[in-house]
């Protein structure tokens, strides 16, 4: 059975959020993966699962590993759903840094 992910619930777990660090400058087996985490590598191997599914991780064969890395165009997707909120709370902090530099404390 193969559901249909979001991309959003997926990152929500820092689990899944850390496995993409990981292979956010490299390409790295499920096993190399798991060494990195104190957890069972069914664990891993179902974390990776999720990612690959929503498609923020694939896959290549090399002889007889497969290799995980990050699907850059996905992120990117996700990073400009991102984008105008991080910008709309950049200009609320911007706003708010002016008027309290403006601020003169009662003496």
Same mark, same amino acid.
């Given at each position: /059975?193969? *559901? =249909? =992910? ?7 777990? !820092?689990?899944? =959020?850390?496995? %993409? +660090? +990981?292979?956010?400058?490299?390409? *790295? ?7 990195? $985490?104190?957890?069972?590598? !069914?664990?891993?191997?179902?974390? +990776?699962?999720? %990612?690959?599914?929503?498609? +923020? %991780? ?5 002889? =007889? ?7 850059? @165009?996905? /992120? ?7 984008? !105008? $909120? ?13 008027? /309290?530099?403006?601020?003169? !404390? @009662?003496?």
């Amino acid at each position: /059975m193969n *559901l =249909r =992910r979001d991309v959003f619930q997926a990152i929500a777990d !820092p689990t899944r =959020r850390a496995i %993409l +660090l +990981l292979v956010a400058s490299q390409s *790295l087996t499920a096993g190399a993966i798991a060494a990195n $985490f104190n957890t069972a590598r !069914p664990t891993v191997s179902r974390h +990776l699962q999720i %990612l690959t599914e929503c498609e +923020l %991780l694939e896959q290549e064969q090399s002889g =007889r590993e497969i290799y995980y890395y990050i699907n850059a @165009k996905k /992120m990117k997707e996700v990073s400009d759903f991102i984008e !105008p $909120f991080r910008q709309m709370w950049d200009e609320r902090f911007n706003k708010l840094e002016a008027i /309290m530099k403006n601020y003169q !404390p @009662k003496k």
